[in-house]
T-cell receptor
Framework: DGGITQSPKYLFRKEGQNVTLSCEQN?????MYWYRQDPGQGLRLIYY???????QKGDIAEGYSVSREKKESFPLTVTSAQKNPTAFYLC????????????FGQGTRLTVV | DAKTTQPPSMDCAEGRAANLPCNHS???????VYWYRQIHSQGPQYIIH???NNETNEMASLIITEDRKSSTLILPHATLRDTAVYYC?????????FGPGTRLSVLP
């Protein structure tokens, strides 16, 4: 089936460790996005990429890094510099440009202890 | 930051129409109005989008005012499964920015 897959669904890490969240899509979409969601809050944009080998910072990029080496993959690394990494992380993809919706994965819930 | 404003919460009786408003005071000419919803602990689900004209699909109807400064999402016969947070966004499909949304509670 076509879609966007995030793995794992739940992830636990010790404080001070970097952790990489996976996001893969087989929709042939050019654009991909990472969002963070805290309890009771809306989604906040971390990074987005409109084409392979290019990406831009969103509203809350500090403490995060991304790569876009392949069209279908957009991994997010939560570094030790991120002060409050425990959150629900959502990945999305879309065709570039207007008149197009974004498709979301089911999210990864990261808990740092 | 989000460019749209929505009421934080609304209630609707099961079987009745749910009308969710959104203000797009800074929308530009080439930006579309999108609506998504998120059921607890899941990824957001696309509902509908439009540019100028009203739109309808199997899930909902979208009414956009002539000046495009506001829109209304209509769920014609709300069910308990429509309980969710509803987000409106205006964007050119580039970097979807979500606000806090409206928490819709459908009551039996």
């Amino acid at each position: 089936d076509g879609g966007i897959t995030q793995s794992p669904k739940y992830l636990f890490r010790k404080e001070g460790q970097n952790v990489t969240l996976s996001c893969e899509q087989n929709l042939n979409h050019d654009a991909m996005y990472w969002y963070r969601q805290d309890p009771g809050q809306g989604l906040r944009l971390i990074y987005y990429s409109q084409i392979v080998n290019d990406f831009q910072k969103g509203d809350i990029a500090e403490g995060y890094s991304v790569s876009r080496e392949k069209k279908e993959s957009f991994p997010l690394t939560v570094t030790s510099a991120q002060k409050n990494p425990t959150a629900f992380y959502l990945c999305a993809s879309s065709i570039n440009g207007g008149d197009t919706e974004a498709f979301f994965g089911q999210g990864t819930r990261l808990t740092v202890v | 930051d989000a460019k749209t404003t929505q009421p934080p919460s609304m209630d609707c009786a099961e079987g009745r129409a749910a009308n969710l408003p959104c203000n797009h005071s800074t929308i530009s000419g080439n930006e579309y109005v999108y609506w998504y919803r998120q059921i607890h602990s899941q990824g957001p689900q696309y509902i509908i989008h439009g540019l100028k004209n009203n739109e309808t699909n199997e899930m909902a109807s979208l009414i956009i005012t002539e000046d495009r400064k506001s829109s209304t999402l209509i769920l014609p016969h709300a069910t308990l499964r429509d309980t969710a947070v509803y987000y409106c966004i205006d964007d050119y499909g580039q970097n979807f920015v979500f606000g806090p949304g409206t928490r819709l509670s459908v009551l039996p």
